[in-house]
């Protein structure tokens, strides 16, 4: 599941990146994706909603496997 995980992560990237950030696959265990966001994301007051409405919404779409993504 890591491999697709990763996959879809590279689809988003280049938005995160387009505003300075990133974002960095931590591990996936159980169906739970643990992430680190970087760069401008890191920091920014609208990490949670990017998180949870941008990177877990894309996530799920690609793997419905996952149950939920957080940030480590």
């Keep these: ?41 890191g920091g920014c007051p609208m990490a949670a909603i990017t998180l949870k409405q941008g990177i877990e919404r894309a996530l799920k779409k690609d793997v419905p496997e996952i149950k939920e993504v957080v940030s480590v």
């Design 1 to 41: 599941m890591r491999e697709k995980v990763e996959a879809a992560l590279d689809k988003i990237r280049p938005a995160l990146q387009a505003d300075g950030g990133n974002v960095e696959l931590v591990d996936v265990q159980d169906g739970i994706v643990k992430v680190k966001l970087t760069g401008a994301c």
